[in-house]
T-cell receptor, first 111, second 109 residues
Framework: DSGVTQTPKHLITATGQRVTLRCSPR?????VYWYQQSLDQGLQFLIHYYNGEERAKGNILERFSAQQFPDLHSELNLSSLELGDSALYFC??????????FGPGTRLTVT | KNEVEQSPQNLTAQEGEFITINCSYSVGISALHWLQQHPGGGIVSLFM???GKKKHGRLIATINIQEKHSSLHITASHPRDSAVYICAVIINNNNDMRFGAGTRLTVKP
């Protein structure tokens, strides 16, 4: 158990909907990364926040956005969902930008 | 061509064997991670390297920055080492990340 929590564990929703995934870091962790893992594309980096500020953006679609709040938890918002957005979404947190303690992931199924 | 290439894609070993998984990358990096993903889906970062060599138990990771290559070694492999091992690099001009496709390791008793 890394100490990083993600909610919900599973989410089933319909195309066109909007969902919010939550990541709660370990105590003291300032850095949070979001990743998408789909069957056909493997792991992809979405976005990185450090102490509330966006530090790097990867392959994140315009329909997706993220925030890191003052209490350092983070949320990933996915809107206008498509079938291809079905994937495992992981966050990873750490005290510095190079540490990666992964949460258990949220499995999103878009039907 | 993928910026991060791992080999082999699949590896089957007998318990006790020495295992090597390789990662080559074509971009400038500030750090490299070796990740382990178990069949249940959970991911653990085994090592973060920016130079040299690190060891943790039966696992050893090395990186050669000049040659843009890293290796993960497992000594005295055990069935519980069966997992997918993923190489991930942090690109040094923009902190973007790239991942290898993973190496699926199966260790048979």
């Amino acid at each position: 158990d890394s100490g990083v929590t993600q909610t919900p564990k599973h989410l089933i929703t319909a195309t066109g909907q909007r969902v919010t995934l939550r990541c709660s870091p370990r105590s003291g962790d300032l850095s949070v990364y979001w990743y998408q893992q789909s069957l056909d594309q493997g792991l992809q980096f979405l976005i990185h926040y450090y102490n509330g500020e966006e530090r790097a953006k990867g392959n994140i679609l315009e329909r997706f956005s993220a925030q890191q709040f003052p209490d350092l938890h983070s949320e990933l918002n996915l809107s206008s969902l498509e079938l291809g957005d079905s994937a495992l979404y992981f966050c990873a947190t750490g005290q510095n930008p190079y540490e990666q303690y992964f949460g258990p992931g949220t499995r999103l199924t878009v039907t | 061509k993928n910026e991060v290439e791992q080999s082999p894609q699949n590896l089957t070993a007998q318990e006790g064997e020495f295992i090597t998984i390789n990662c080559s990358y074509s971009v400038g990096i500030s750090a490299l991670h070796w990740l382990q993903q178990h069949p249940g889906g959970g991911i653990v970062s085994l090592f973060m390297l920016s130079s040299g060599k690190k060891k943790h138990g039966r696992l050893i990771a090395t990186i050669n920055i000049q040659e843009k290559h890293s290796s993960l070694h497992i000594t005295a492999s055990h069935p519980r080492d069966s997992a997918v091992y993923i190489c991930a690099v942090i690109i040094n001009n923009n902190n973007d990340m790239r991942f290898g496709a993973g190496t699926r390791l199966t260790v048979k008793p």
